[in-house]
């Protein structure tokens, strides 16, 4: 290609892109991981050493059964007590036995065991502390996620892991986090392979409710399968992969444009169709997302490097914008995909 050509092909998609940008908000205005109107008051107040308002949000999603929304604040307050405990202590020494405050200390725990270089006896130094507290949730299902992710990381066996299991769906049927640690421990990275991740995320996904997030575990099935070297059964065939698409956008477009509550839901379907190169729909999933980056998928790393997984969602952002534009200006094919089967990205 002459250096003219070269520069009139980047020049040209340039007319295009303020169009297209002006669709999506600022990338001054883009958060990562913002907590929602009722979480955001209990993080404010713990950064002040105060744990009554995180007390009071826990014990209202468990009085009223919340537990989509339960998961999410035990997740998130642990996460924020990762760096800044000293709320989560004093709660502690004033209720020892207050079933939240121990969930979520239970939470961070398991957490420090997962990123310990001698992961596997961490976690088995915890077992009492996890079953204790799942044993005293007669209807909770938060505990029994935790268990769930305990029980993988300790190299529970396949017999352990389904007793757990039982337990977890018989007090929530339906609930997202316990179906994603189930899927984990059936991915080919862990105990199972792509084809029995996604035999179990997509009966899942057949058995949910319209509205559920349980809808879009297919494409969580498919995230893994394009990150994990294809094992015994092979690579995941690319028209299950875009079943799994054609099932999360449907459950995308069911919910209000910049709605935080699937917003991890779409920055992961978003990463798949930029993975797959289906442009105009990775840039309207965008447009979807609007300020609601999550750390989950992009700050999942695929090497040792470090990942900031907000320049990440930033960049691919960007491409896609790029590649819709190339495609969309003169002489572009105006379709902005390479098509179902294409390579995929990066």
Not at 104 to 130: F, I, K, N, Y
Not at 138 to 160: E, M, S, T, Y
Request: with cysteine; proline share 9%; charged share 25%.
């Amino acid at each position: 290609m002459s250096l003219l050509r070269a520069l009139l092909g980047t020049v040209r998609p340039a007319r295009h892109a303020p169009r297209l940008a002006a669709a999506l908000v600022p990338d001054a205005d883009v958060l990562l991981d913002a907590p929602d109107e009722r979480l955001a008051p209990a993080l404010v107040a713990a950064a002040l050493g105060d744990p009554e308002p995180a007390a009071k949000l826990l014990a209202t999603t468990r009085d009223a059964g919340e537990w989509e929304d339960r998961d999410r604040y035990v997740t998130r307050l642990a996460t924020f007590a990762y760096s800044r405990g000293d709320w989560l202590t004093g709660w502690l020494t004033a209720a020892p036995g207050d079933p939240d405050a121990l969930l979520v200390t239970a939470q961070l725990a398991v957490r420090r065991a997962w990123e310990s270089p001698a992961r596997a006896e961490r976690l088995r130094e915890l077992a009492p502390l996890v079953r204790e507290i799942a044993g005293e949730a007669p209807h909770d299902p938060v505990p029994w996620r935790l268990a769930l992710d305990h029980a993988r990381g300790a190299h529970a066996g396949h017999a352990a892991f389904e007793s757990l299991w039982e337990q977890a769906v018989r007090r929530s049927p339906h609930h997202y986090g316990c179906h994603v640690a189930a899927l984990k421990y059936l991915s080919a990275q862990w105990y199972g392979s792509h084809r029995a991740a996604f035999d179990f995320a997509e009966q899942a996904a057949d058995d949910a409710a319209p509205d559920s997030l349980v809808g879009a575990l297919p494409v969580r099935a498919a995230y893994d399968g394009l990150r994990v070297p294809p094992g015994p059964d092979g690579s995941v065939p690319a028209d299950r992969i875009d079943r799994a698409v054609v099932r999360a956008l449907a459950l995308s477009a069911a919910f209000p444009a910049g709605d935080p509550w699937p917003a991890e839901v779409r920055n992961l379907l978003a990463y798949v169709l930029v993975e797959r190169a289906r442009w105009t729909e990775a840039w309207e999933e965008f447009g979807r997302i609007g300020p609601y980056a999550t750390s989950f998928p992009w700050g999942a790393a695929r090497d040792a490097a470090p990942q900031d997984p907000l320049l990440r969602f930033l960049a691919a952002r960007d491409r896609a914008r790029g590649e819709l534009a190339r495609r969309t200006g003169p002489g572009g094919t105006g379709r902005g995909r390479s098509g179902r089967g294409g390579p995929g990205g990066h």
